[in-house]
């Protein structure tokens, strides 16, 4: 079991070793050959009630892949998701429904999000009519109008007869969660929520996330590339470098004492954070290179200023640092942390 969290609390979801291959044609191959594109390599994951996990990384990295293989908007390639203990294929297969009830996923662009034909009653009733067929039309109805004033869309009458583009970025965003909300789900995955809003918006938009989870203790997957947003949000953070996670721990612990170069990099690279202690900023060399044929190696090696010949050679263990926070790097076995698969 992951140790962020005590034995007491309530196992969501469990993930192992998820896997998303995507075939791809490269040029190095005759006949138009096709090769895996590795954008999911192989993530354990561990989420509990009421937690908050951010998975932060550049663009590019498999975080907007990962979660839609969490809410099964992409089938995996291997490995296994595991919902309150039970497969979601299994739950799939025999109680759709209830899936999809709990399971939820608020995209970054809230502009491309919903039709632009129907009104925003329509648009949030939608979710009742389909799962929640046992409330009358006006129960259904109440539902709506009282979960949008509970996000600050007052008065919701205002609201509901109009479209999607007579309303703003952060209106609209805060409707799109509103509705993943409806149904009070178990589990949400949220991409980059605020990225696309005006700077202006964001905290308010980020507060309404928090009481939400606050109120209905949903488990949050919160995805982005500002460290500053995770910061402020998670109660733990997951970095994922080439599709796979480099580091994890508790948001305190992984931001004071980061070990993986890419995160260190990461997190002096952050204009907007701000932290207790000063950090001297760190050059990543390079892009984030392809996922095709990435090993056999540390990912990173290619950019990263602390490489040894022995990272060109093998992709590093697990090593364990504290009870909530482990790394992936052949620098941490050196340095006599404790690896846990070697
Ligand atoms: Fe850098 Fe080597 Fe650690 Fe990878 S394993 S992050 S290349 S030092």
Not at 282 to 295: A, D, F, L, M, V
């Amino acid at each position: 079991m992951n140790n962020h969290i005590s034995e007491h609390d309530e196992l969501i979801l469990e993930v192992k070793n998820l896997k998303k291959f995507y075939k791809a044609k490269t040029n190095s191959h005759f006949f138009g050959k096709k090769e895996n594109l590795e954008a999911v390599g192989g993530i354990d994951l561990s989420v509990y009630k009421g937690e908050i996990i951010g998975i932060i990384g550049e663009s590019g990295c498999g975080k907007s892949t990962l979660g839609k293989l969490l809410v099964n908007l992409e089938p995996p390639t291997d490995g296994e998701i595991l919902f309150r203990g039970t497969p979601v294929q299994e739950m799939l297969q025999k109680h759709p429904a209830e899936f999809r009830k709990t399971v939820q996923m608020v995209f970054q662009n809230p502009f491309d999000t919903f039709l632009q034909t129907e009104t925003i009653e329509k648009i949030m009733i939608r979710p009742l009519q389909l799962y929640a067929s046992d409330l009358s039309h006006d129960e259904q109805l109440q539902n709506v109008i009282a979960i949008l004033e509970e996000g600050g869309l007052r008065p919701a009458q205002d609201f509901l007869p109009r479209y999607p583009h007579e309303l703003s970025g952060g209106q609209l965003q805060r409707i799109s969660i509103l509705r993943s909300m409806l149904l009070n789900p178990a589990f949400l995955v949220v991409d980059e929520p605020v990225s696309m809003l005006d700077v202006s918006v964001r905290a308010d938009v980020i507060n309404m996330i928090l009481d939400l989870k606050e109120k209905y203790q949903t488990s949050i997957i919160f995805i982005s590339h500002d460290i500053s947003v995770v910061r402020y949000v998670a109660d733990h953070i997951a970095v994922m470098y080439l599709g796979r996670i480099v580091e994890e721990g508790s948001t305190e612990e992984l931001l004071s004492n980061p070990k993986h170069p890419y995160t260190k990099a990461l997190i002096s690279n952050c204009m907007t954070i701000d932290l207790d202690h000063p950090v001297k900023r760190i050059k990543i060399k390079g892009e984030i290179p392809s996922p095709i044929n990435p090993g056999p190696g540390c990912y990173f090696c290619k950019r990263c200023y602390a490489a040894k010949c022995i990272c060109q050679e093998t992709y590093p263990d697990k090593t364990q640092i504290t009870d909530n926070h482990f790394a992936y790097c052949h620098l941490l076995c050196q340095e006599g942390e404790k690896s846990i698969e070697s």
